[in-house]
């Protein structure tokens, strides 16, 4: 689980935020214990703030972090595809990252600092018992192993002014690294995050990083394995006791991915892919999938092509296979825009299944951007992050459980509270310079 991350000098973030899942109020059901930490770690977390005060930027800086650990050794051959602020005094600086995360209970700690032409620093370290080991630290191309970490040796041969050394050092055999790899490299991207100018490459590959359509298509389509997720739906009991996990215990791919459809309430029964073999005029020919989702009709059931749905049911559709493999494997979910194509109810919906231990049970985190100030309602003080856009243009992030130095009361209704301006981070609408310009006003 994501503990916190850090990120100075990337896009409007200027001097550095930080976004920390650290529980304030730890007695409910979002926080969930982390014994080695000594503290409990929240499985939802909500940044909101008026347009262009960096909201997306935050989590395109945990986005961008998760390609570079992917892509570096690959593709970073030419330079390295960073976005300095670009208001101050030296847009050209070192940019820094630092993720810390739980990976089998253990704290890991990752910083990098690297400019458009080469890295600078980068570190790898556990906490195993609360100490801080080293696992490898680089400064420029000299790079220290914790001995005992013989496997890694072959690093050295593949890294270069512009490689991550954990992009090559998880190509090797040593758990450490590949298992907090594997952790970073399973967050997920939802949404559509802005990138500027000249950078559409970067933003594609960011975005692949969310397979969409497709990849839900393999839940109904796919091998039909059993796993132990319980999905929730709609209209059972949950207060009887052992209603929780025993009767969703042992459901498919394709019933947990349906019970999560069906729980939207869109009128859908069911899905039908259908394949289709497509011939080139060279004879090769490649299978296609069509989906149909079927919906009521009065008794009946009326098939409609995938392509006529609305919006917020394609949305839907798109994220269940993101959603349900977060769940499954304790992973991030980050979603640029909530609000945008989910009606209120749908997103309020996912909220409780990030939630709840009985559909979330092995801590997957949803952090999301959002403009819909009734979410705040199914959300706790310490899960909600404001930004606001400073004098020079950089972007400040903070915690509403501590903003502004004063301490928000727990039972506040923070929508009501948000609304009125108690916390900042709303547009300043001034209309006098439009008004004059239409002469209105002198």
């Given at each position: 689980?994501?503990?916190?991350?850090?990120?100075?000098?990337?896009?409007?973030?200027?001097?550095?935020v930080?976004l920390?899942?650290v529980?304030?109020?730890?007695?409910?059901?979002?926080?969930r214990?982390?014994?080695?930490?000594?503290?409990?770690?929240?499985?939802?977390a909500?940044?909101?703030?008026?347009?262009?005060?960096g909201?997306?930027?935050?989590?395109?800086?945990?986005?961008w972090?998760?390609?570079?650990?992917?892509?570096?050794l690959?593709?970073?051959?030419?330079?390295?595809?960073?976005?300095?602020f670009?208001f101050?005094p030296?847009?050209t600086?070192?940019?820094?990252?630092?993720?810390?995360?739980?990976?089998?209970?253990?704290?890991f700690?990752?910083?990098?600092?690297?400019?458009?032409?080469?890295?600078?620093?980068?570190?790898?370290?556990?906490?195993?018992e609360?100490?801080?080991r080293?696992i490898f630290?680089?400064?420029?191309?000299?790079?220290?192993?914790?001995?005992?970490?013989?496997?890694?040796?072959g690093?050295?041969?593949?890294?270069?002014?512009?490689?991550l050394?954990?992009?090559?050092?998880?190509?090797?055999?040593?758990?450490l690294?590949?298992?907090f790899a594997?952790?970073?490299?399973?967050?997920?991207?939802?949404?559509q995050?802005?990138?500027?100018?000249g950078?559409?490459?970067?933003?594609?590959?960011?975005?692949?990083?969310y397979?969409?359509?497709?990849?839900?298509?393999?839940?109904?389509?796919?091998?039909?394995?059993?796993h132990?997720?319980?999905?929730?739906?709609?209209?059972?009991?949950?207060?009887?006791?052992?209603?929780?996990?025993?009767?969703?215990?042992?459901?498919s791919?394709?019933?947990?991915?349906?019970?999560l459809?069906?729980?939207?309430?869109?009128?859908i029964e069911?899905v039908v892919?259908?394949?289709e073999?497509v011939?080139s005029?060279?004879?090769?020919?490649?299978?296609?999938?069509?989906?149909?989702?079927?919906?009521?009709?009065?008794?009946?059931?009326?098939?409609?092509?995938?392509?006529a749905?609305?919006e917020?049911?394609?949305?839907w559709?798109?994220?269940i296979?993101?959603?349900?493999?977060?769940?499954?494997?304790g992973?991030?979910?980050?979603?640029?825009?909530?609000?945008a194509?989910?009606?209120?109810?749908?997103?309020a919906?996912?909220?409780?299944?990030?939630q709840?231990?009985?559909?979330?049970?092995?801590?997957?985190?949803?952090?999301?951007?959002?403009?819909?100030?009734?979410l705040?309602?199914?959300?706790n003080?310490?899960?909600v992050?404001?930004?606001?856009?400073?004098?020079?243009?950089?972007t400040?992030?903070?915690?509403?459980?501590?903003?502004?130095?004063?301490?928000?009361?727990?039972?506040?209704?923070?929508?009501?509270?948000?609304?009125?301006?108690r916390?900042?981070?709303?547009?300043?609408?001034d209309q006098?310079?439009?008004?004059?310009?239409?002469?209105?006003i002198?």
């Amino acid at each position: 689980m994501l503990i916190r991350f850090e990120v100075k000098n990337y896009r409007s973030i200027a001097e550095g935020v930080e976004l920390s899942m650290v529980a304030v109020d730890r007695d409910r059901e979002a926080a969930r214990d982390a014994p080695h930490l000594g503290e409990s770690l929240l499985t939802r977390a909500a940044i909101y703030g008026p347009n262009a005060s960096g909201k997306s930027n935050v989590v395109a800086a945990l986005a961008w972090l998760r390609y570079a650990v992917e892509n570096s050794l690959r593709l970073w051959e030419d330079g390295i595809p960073l976005e300095p602020f670009a208001f101050g005094p030296t847009p050209t600086g070192s940019s820094e990252f630092v993720i810390e995360t739980t990976v089998g209970g253990v704290r890991f700690e990752y910083v990098v600092e690297l400019d458009a032409h080469h890295i600078m620093y980068e570190g790898l370290f556990h906490y195993p018992e609360r100490k801080r080991r080293r696992i490898f630290e680089r400064e420029g191309s000299e790079l220290k192993l914790q001995r005992g970490l013989g496997a890694l040796s072959g690093t050295r041969e593949l890294l270069t002014d512009r490689t991550l050394a954990l992009s090559a050092a998880r190509r090797f055999a040593e758990p450490l690294v590949t298992n907090f790899a594997r952790e970073i490299l399973s967050i997920q991207v939802l949404g559509q995050l802005p990138y500027r100018a000249g950078s559409g490459t970067l933003r594609n590959r960011l975005l692949s990083t969310y397979p969409g359509r497709s990849f839900t298509t393999n839940w109904f389509d796919g091998p039909d394995n059993e796993h132990p997720l319980p999905p929730p739906m709609a209209g059972r009991d949950k207060s009887a006791p052992g209603n929780e996990n025993k009767e969703w215990s042992a459901l498919s791919n394709r019933q947990q991915a349906l019970a999560l459809l069906r729980l939207a309430d869109l009128g859908i029964e069911d899905v039908v892919v259908i394949r289709e073999q497509v011939f080139s005029d060279a004879g090769t020919s490649v299978t296609r999938r069509h989906l149909r989702l079927l919906h009521r009709s009065g008794n009946d059931s009326t098939p409609l092509d995938f392509s006529a749905e609305s919006e917020g049911t394609r949305t839907w559709f798109g994220l269940i296979g993101p959603v349900l493999t977060a769940l499954q494997a304790g992973s991030i979910v980050i979603f640029d825009e909530l609000d945008a194509s989910l009606h209120p109810t749908l997103s309020a919906e996912l909220l409780r299944v990030f939630q709840s231990p009985v559909t979330n049970p092995h801590g997957a985190q949803l952090i999301f951007t959002s403009h819909d100030t009734s979410l705040l309602n199914h959300l706790n003080r310490d899960e909600v992050w404001l930004t606001e856009k400073q004098p020079d243009g950089s972007t400040r992030l903070g915690a509403l459980a501590e903003f502004a130095g004063e301490r928000v009361r727990k039972s506040q209704n923070l929508e009501t509270a948000y609304l009125h301006g108690r916390f900042g981070a709303l547009p300043q609408v001034d209309q006098t310079e439009f008004l004059r310009a239409l002469g209105l006003i002198g």
